[in-house]
């Protein structure tokens, strides 16, 4: 196998999102007792929240009058009043009263975003609403399955998105980032191979098994008596960010490889990557496992054994968006376990062409 | 009455300042002590002092050898003297002395800028100084009449000036943004309108009554046993962010309106708005109270109100001059109440145009 | 003496840096325990460590695969494993190996450079390896003799490394920065002027005599009964910027100005000033006696001495780049003291000059 000579794909931090696409936006307990959440998304201020009627609204966080943020307002029925001079806006984001003044000009407003909640996620369309149908939105059904259980968690990165995506695309980084956490031991990038690649439309899988190997120490800390494992990690990734991994660890030699699945435990893992600007992003994630669904404490010490790995994660690829930013001219070096990384990122970058295309064909 | 719809002028932060008139520079109680005060005003970086003499003034903070900050030099007499190496400027700006050095070019110096003292407060002249003419320094009497009472403050914004001209165009704010401090009820924005708007030459006056309703907490607070008010505002802003208002409470109904004002309570307010950038302002200001002079925790209670209220404007104000910088594209949508501020900034603007044809004028 | 009135040569921070040129990267202490340095030298972030043979080794803190920081990886032998995918690079920076893939293309690799380590300094070539020349390196004996003893020093200054060459080619700074640390009295900007300047080819050499006044506070600290001094600096400034100064205290009257030295009291000092980026420095030095050797407490006070006099004049420098920066515009004014100064700018930017030309007829 060759190394990829060419160079590939980068972000960069003028490069434009997919619009018409849906974008994970807040988890739903984040909009509970009618909060208003002030949440930036590509590049847009935006302001969330739930009213009377208990559905979420999307609106522009900017008041129209002088631009006084609408995230320091008071929510009212499902409208939401701007606490500077008192306008209130409807969940469409018309003004629909203005203190001290009778008219109302019909077109005074706010922009409002498509927003759908569902499985305890809220979805945001940030593109042409006309086209923001809710059957497109990606479904993980673990999150509403009571045979699995996890605890919702959020990070904030000071990274483009991409290059988190990048991350979960090549897994022989657990040998490194996470030897004491995630991974295991570094043998995992050296023998254990992606038993498949596959390309998908939209994204790709990786499977990959590593036989016979000591646990990762996030499974030993809550399988006190797991011996040696056959571990197998099903990773799926889709534009425009959005990761779900199927997380087996099987007795070693139980024949998992074979179906034979009566031992193992399992885990399945939903991430999504929502940009906040070309330089941060969103991080929204759960990781539910399948036993000992009694004891909330198994779900908390997977949840902070995530948080410690991610944060493992964070600290170096911060480092490398500082790095990539100070010279924008450094060209980066494919190889060979780069290929589904390359692939993602051509996906993501024709389906954005494709979009801007469109854009222009209407404005012309 | 219909609103607005013509876009209006905004404040950018690429905007020239009007340089051909007073700006509040500091209070006297800065300069005591022969302090040297570094002060940013309209991006001129200013050092202001008083020597022997007891006349204060203003250099530019730079040494004209190295570029050292005079502000950390040394006051000598009614000169500055640099305390990198050694070179003494006097009043003027002109440079006296080099250590080591017999001659010095007569040509050597700093600029100077005209200052003048005047009712406690340091006025600073950034422009042509040939036109710097003392009688045009607005007159606020309550600041030297013994009849009143206050105590001077100054509240550092980040935030380009007029924004905060803006807040104070249109008082129905007080009803949203210092219900529990200097507004006292939202009543305040349905009910209560300007009975008049005068458009001045050179700035706007604005009176507004509010019959028969508790008072606002600043005041409760002083006085105890107010029981419901009549309350007025007359409020007078000029060129380039000078704001004088005279503020009565008088019990309900005890005639205010028709000048019955023997049970009266009253305050005077001078605000003064320099600014430090585009982006960035000094705000001095005193509250004055024509009772209970007796008193210095009256004061000091007034004093503290009107800090907490000024930073629930602050803020706002901070919020929204951070959302305009991120979109400069955004156009502020006007209503009614608006017509002060709309005036004030045309006011404002066309002087500006007017100062900056003369000087190409004369460049030509 | 006239004033010389044309404007001379100032840092900018779009200015280029001598490139073929030793600087200094770290004091050797800094590399033990096979530690990774993460240094940027002129711009370049710059991984230096030792590994098993005891070589210092500088290559790009840059992994060429993703981007990720070398300096957060792990020293292997006189390698250095990138702990993102575990690629590892050795001394001359060619990948040697990449986790899971047997092919490793021949031209993977990061930039390496040359790195000297003598007399306790590391020295680092960032231009043309071709031309690096360990004999072009500038000797300061004293660092390796065991007749004087010292404390190796280390401060990072936001400033221009310019900016701090031209505050050591005016010793009249002594008098006003330093006069409670370094200088002594103000009088050594009035009474003592240089007795000789010297412009050499690559620098200047500065030789000022004070005599028969009190010792400056550093030496007195350590020096209690040393009464009335005879003072001689004698400064040399070498391009990029290094500077080697002897210093000598005799008694009043002891002839030290005839040769007569055997009262005298001795000081060798160097200071090696390294840019970071145009607006930051890295700044080493030591300040060696050559009395009291074996009183370690002798070169703490000494050292602790300079740090304090050097923080003195890293507030004025760094206040003064700040309004350099603020205003590129501002034109300094040369005073007769600056002699050495332009000298300095004049050759410094000729040799830049030149080295550019240089590449640009390569280039064509």
New interface residues.
């Given amino acids: 196998?060759?190394?990829q000579?060419e160079s590939f794909h980068q972000a960069s931090p003028s490069e434009p999102f997919l619009l018409n696409c849906w974008y994970v936006a807040a988890w739903d307990h984040e909009l509970i007792d009618a909060k208003l959440v002030a949440r930036t998304i590509l590049d847009k201020?935006v302001v969330l929240f739930k009213g009377d009627s208990g559905k979420p609204v999307a609106l522009d966080d900017?008041c129209?009058?002088?631009?006084?943020?609408l995230s320091?307002g008071r929510v009212e029925g499902d409208c939401v009043?701007?606490?500077?001079?008192?306008?209130k806006f409807d969940a469409t984001g018309r003004c629909v009263q203005?203190?001290?003044?009778?008219?109302?000009?019909p077109k005074?407003g706010v922009s409002s975003y498509p927003v759908v909640e569902r499985d305890r996620l809220v979805w945001i369309w940030m593109g042409d609403a006309a086209k923001a149908d809710p059957a497109k939105i990606l479904d993980f059904p673990y999150l509403r399955d009571t045979g699995w259980r996890g605890h919702p968690g959020y990070l904030h990165y000071d990274a483009n998105y991409l290059l988190i995506v990048?991350n979960l695309a090549?897994f022989?980084?657990l040998?490194?980032?996470h030897t004491k956490t995630l991974g295991g031991s570094?043998e995992y990038?050296?023998k254990s191979?992606p038993t498949a690649i596959e390309r998908l439309e939209d994204g790709f899988r990786v499977e990959r098994w590593h036989m016979g190997a000591p646990p990762p120490p996030f499974h030993k800390k809550v399988v006190r008596d797991a011996g040696q494992v056959d571990r197998r990690n099903i990773a799926r990734m889709y534009v425009p960010g959005i990761f779900f991994m199927e997380t087996l660890f099987s007795p070693a030699g139980s024949g998992a490889e074979n179906g034979n699945l009566q031992s193992a435990k399992q885990y399945r893992n939903c991430q999504f990557f929502t940009p906040e600007t070309s330089r941060t992003t969103h991080f929204f994630w759960d990781y539910l496992h399948d036993y000992a669904l009694d004891d909330p404490n198994v779900s908390l010490s997977l949840y902070r054994s995530m948080v410690d790995g991610f944060n493992e994660d964070k600290?170096?690829i911060e480092?490398?968006q500082k790095?990539?930013e100070?010279?924008p001219a450094?060209q980066?070096?494919?190889?060979?376990?780069d290929a589904p990384l390359v692939h993602f990122r051509r996906t993501l970058a024709r389906m954005i062409e494709a979009e801007r295309a469109g854009l222009k064909a209407v404005a012309a």
Same sequence: chains 1, 2, 3.
Avoid at 81 to 87: I, N, S
């Fill in positions: 196998m060759a190394v000579k201020p900017r129209c009058h002088r631009g006084a943020l320091k009043r701007c606490m500077y001079h008192g306008l203005i203190p001290g003044q009778d008219n109302i000009p005074l990048d090549d022989s980084h040998a490194f980032v570094e990038a050296f191979k600290a170096i480092a490398q790095t990539l100070a010279d450094f980066m070096n494919a190889i060979v376990a």
